[in-house]
């Protein structure tokens, strides 16, 4: 089944540790998306990747960094995690045609910082 | 800048039609987007308009207007299944790529 595959599903992190939440999909599409959902807060982006070898900050990039070295592939790293990273972590990808056909979401990471 | 605005909660009956309202404010616009997520689940896609009218898609239709900065998810023959969260989108300007900048959402509960 096409999609997008998250993991971990969830973790629990000890502050000041470093995490990488992986995200991998299989449509080929050239744009990518990490969204952090918090309650009362919707989704806001963290970075974004139009095409592998680039990338771009969000609305929300501090304490976090993405890597895309190639077209299925983009991971998020926090580099030394704090509580107030606690939030479900959302990848998603799209044509890049300004979401007419719409993005496609992964499951989400659940990441507690304790 | 760039915001939305869409009530935060709707309450409902089995049966009966809610209508979930998003206005935005953009610099240039290219189209409105609707997503459902479950409580738990991931964000997906329902529909995207980028010319004024209504749009049908089985029992749920998304309406835009242009000119009022105005656009709405119609969901009818509410069944539980539709409690749900939705959120209205627009694809921000920043390049012609257009990265979705979302709305808070609107938790729709559906009642026996």
């Known amino acids: 089944i096409a999609g997008i595959t998250q993991a971990p599903t969830s973790q629990i992190l000890a502050a000041g540790r470093r995490m990488t939440l992986r995200c991998t999909q299989d449509m080929r599409h050239n744009a990518m998306y990490w969204y952090r959902q918090d309650l009362g807060l919707g989704l806001r982006l963290i970075h974004y990747?139009?095409?592998?070898?680039?990338?771009g900050k969000g609305e929300v990039p501090d304490g976090y960094s993405v890597s895309r070295a190639n077209t299925d592939d983009f991971p998020l790293t926090l580099a030394s995690a704090v509580p107030s990273q606690t939030s479900v972590y959302f990848c998603?990808?799209?044509?890049?045609?300004?979401?007419?056909?719409?993005?496609?979401f992964g499951s989400g990471t659940r990441l507690t910082v304790v | 800048g760039q915001s939305l605005e869409q009530p935060s909660e709707v309450t409902a009956v089995e049966g009966a039609i809610v209508q979930i309202n998003c206005t935005y404010q953009t610099s240039g616009f290219y189209g409105l987007s609707w997503y459902q997520q479950h409580d738990g689940g991931a964000p997906t896609f329902l529909s995207y308009?980028?010319?004024?009218g209504l749009e049908e898609t089985g029992r749920f239709s998304s309406f835009l207007s242009r000119s009022d900065s105005y656009g709405y998810l119609l969901l009818q023959e509410l069944q539980m299944k539709d409690s749900a969260s939705y959120f209205c989108a627009v694809p921000g300007l920043t390049d012609s790529w257009g990265k979705l900048q979302f709305g808070a959402g609107t938790q729709v509960v559906v009642t026996p």
């Open positions: 998603a990808s799209s044509e890049g045609d300004r979401g007419r056909g719409g993005y496609t």
């Open positions: 308009n980028a010319l004024d």
């Open positions: 990747s139009n095409t592998a070898g680039t990338t």
